[in-house]
């Protein structure tokens, strides 16, 4: 089964996005437990025990529970809120009718347009577009 680890929560992101490791960052400073992993996606190393595609992981970031369960997108937040002290109360927002479906839209839009820039394979600057790979060397 695809994502199933037994291994910490963890959050797969994209590391050369400003957006994302701004978004990462404010986590990371919530998560005062230490419960959750980081990782950029680019750390095939990391990511490849999860058995997710690199092409699912350039359009959104995926959250993998503790029990192997994988989220991506809108519909990771309210899972890892859930685990972030102080924040938990947030994620049961996304039960109530409509907000999740309106989150996803949001989320697909923000993460079409994030114009993140990523090194070529050849180690010059390149515009990034999220789910092509090529400019990193998949």
């Known amino acids: 089964m695809p994502g199933r680890t037994g291994a ?18 404010r986590v990371s400073a919530w998560d005062r437990e230490h419960r959750v992993r980081l990782v950029p996606f680019q750390d095939r ?3 490849a025990k ?18 192997g369960r994988v989220f991506e997108g809108a519909d ?13 109360w947030f994620a049961w927002w996304f039960a109530v009718p409509g907000v999740r479906p309106l989150a996803r839209r949001v989320y697909g839009y923000v993460a079409r347009r994030r114009g993140c820039r ?21």
Not at 50 to 67: S, Y
Not at 120 to 138: I, K, Q, T
């Open 8 to 25: 910490e929560p963890t959050l797969i992101y994209d590391g050369a996005c400003s957006l994302c490791c701004a978004a990462v960052a």
């Open 45 to 47: 190393a990391a990511v």
């Open 50 to 67: 999860f058995r997710i595609e690199r092409p699912a992981l350039a359009a959104a970031m995926h959250f993998v529970r503790e029990d």
């Open 76 to 88: 990771a937040i309210p899972e890892l809120l859930r685990l972030l002290p102080g924040k938990r």
């Open 118 to 138: 990523l090194p070529l394979a050849s180690g010059g600057g390149g515009e990034y577009v999220p789910g092509r790979l090529e400019d990193f060397g998949s």
